[in-house]
């Protein structure tokens, strides 16, 4: 008896089975990458599984968002009445036996299976022939999260084994599609939860005419109904508060609220100018009252005459100008300088300051009758950590703001909200703001986790310790790693900091002399912290530059200056 025959069709069916198992990979892999819906890459997936193996009415399987039960999310061949009537509990038939077991089930006759409930497809449906059913977990990690199962004919020359196999790789990439859906809907979720939070506090917030400040907490509407009480009048307020509470923010809010609202706001904030500038720009000055001025030029009051002007850190006008200021307050005129004319003027100032101006007083730094002339109503801005439940508000407005201005999609992981609200924020709202820019800059997968945040803290209060100890500003060391300087930063650079000892700021003196010499300060104690970057980088000088927060030629001059080995630094 000649078996030849027999075995070359078996070896016929072998090869075109294995090339329709790879035809079916393949697509269905592409499916996965282009597909804009879990929907189309699934139900693609489960139509190649019927035209090309003759694996039928393929479904998915999820548990229901209501409760547990099992039911089809996605079919190929099968009708809506059906996919409504596939609803099984965990344990129940052989869909809910291998949701709950997790191992497959190959069922190699429905006929003869007392456990097989015809539920979704009736008997009459199915061919006459023998049918077989075949299930197969879909696993996340060690979780079963849903079933794909199929019909297939029983007597059919491709063995059963090759269907239960190229359905358990399936499941596989259908586990993928699935879980970037969740996470995708989770982020979106998470997201417009945010934006509604937002929006809803921007909407209360501008109903009470605050012009974006945004808080719900006790202490802001105490500023806001002061300022509320004042904005209409010609009173002289001080702003008092930290560094960055918004001292100008508020003044804007005094302004726009006033009868002064369509006239100029001019803010200037005296400890950022010169002393020997800061007349002129003050209250300008004449042609030739100096080298170099050609021209007549009207300074900041004059441009504020008719609206407001801001003066911030008033506590650091020298006695000179506090003298005319006073006289502005008393006569509203001013004399530009290298002029004789008066010249008169109407604006409303408001100042603010950080220092104690009594103590200033007391110390004969400060005017005592211009203290009383600014003093008449005084308003406290509160520091952010005295803000409860602001730091939740203000934290989402900067996310948004951050992912708008590049370009991103990045959400706050679980915790991240609860560790912000727990630091003590001695920048208060410009460190909090400073703090998730950066955090959004060095995201990994659009997710700022908890430890991203406590490595930026950590950073954060190292920079206010050697502050707060008036670290000499002669003394240069690598600076703090900045938002604007960990844009592109691979995975690994981003995680290096968190292992690198911390490294102090030097106090910023404006005009300082030695501004534009940044090359020439090095410290010995900067090599600890060069090594451990090339460590992190595998000896990438360019990385571990940008983790420092410095340029690659800063980088290479502190290894020339302190005659690192060069090969510590290889490319």
Partial sequence: MDYSTDVNVNKNAESDAGASDLTVLHESAKLIGQSATPEIAISGTLRLMSQMLGLNRGRVLLPSAINDNLQIRYSYGLRDEERRLGIYKIGEGITGSVMKSGQPAVIQNIDEEQNYLFRAVDRETLPDDVVAFIAVPIMDGNSTIGVLAAHRLRMRPRAIDSDLMILRILSTFIAQIISINNLIKERTSYLQEENRELKDALQNKS?????????????????????????????????????????????????????????????????????????????????????????????????????????????????????????????????????????????????????????????????????????????????????????????????????????????????????????????????????????????????????????????????????????????????????????????????????????????????????????????KDEAEAIEEALKHTGGNKTRAAAILGMTPRQFRYRIEKLGLPMNLSRE
């Fill in 207 to 523: 109903g009470e005419n605050n012009h974006g400040i945004l808080g719900e907490s006790q202490a802001v509407r105490d500023a806001l109904r002061q300022i509320s009480r004042v904005a209409d009048t010609v009173v002289t307020v001080l702003l008092t508060g930290e560094s960055g509470t918004g001292k100008e923010r508020f003044s804007q809010v005094l302004h726009l609220n006033s009868s002064r609202r369509d006239q100029p706001f001019v803010a200037i904030n005296c400890a950022a100018i010169p002393e020997q500038l800061l007349e002129s720009e003050l209250f300008g000055h004449e042609r030739g009252a100096f080298t170099g001025a050609s021209a007549s030029k009207k300074g900041k009051i004059e441009l504020a005459s008719g609206g407001t002007l801001f003066l911030d850190e008033i506590g650091d006008l020298n006695m000179e100008l506090q003298s005319k200021l006073l006289r502005i307050l008393e006569n509203q005129v001013i004399q530009r300088v290298g002029g004789v004319k008066d010249i008169p003027v109407d604006v409303r100032i408001i100042t603010a300051t950080h220092k104690n101006l009594q103590e200033a007083v007391n110390k004969g730094t400060f005017r005592l009758d211009l203290f009383y002339r600014l003093n008449v109503f005084p308003i406290h801005l509160p520091p952010l950590r005295e803000r409860a439940g602001d730091v939740r508000i203000l934290a989402s407005h900067f996310l948004l703001s951050a992912n708008t201005e590049y370009s991103r999609y990045t959400v706050f992981d679980k915790g991240v909200m609860e560790r912000l609200e727990t630091y003590n924020w001695p920048g208060n709202i410009r460190q909090l703001e400073n703090v998730i820019k950066r955090s959004v800059l060095i995201s990994l997968e659009g997710i700022i986790t908890v430890t991203d945040i406590e490595m930026i803290l950590r950073q954060e209060s190292a920079i206010n310790e050697h502050l707060e100890a008036g670290q000499s500003s002669d003394a240069f060391s690598l600076p703090a790693f900045s938002a604007g300087q960990s844009e592109g930063l691979s995975p690994v650079q981003s995680r290096a900091h968190t292992s690198l000892p911390p490294v102090p700021q030097p106090q910023s003196t404006a005009y300082s002399s030695t501004q534009n010499r940044p090359y020439s300060w090095v410290r």
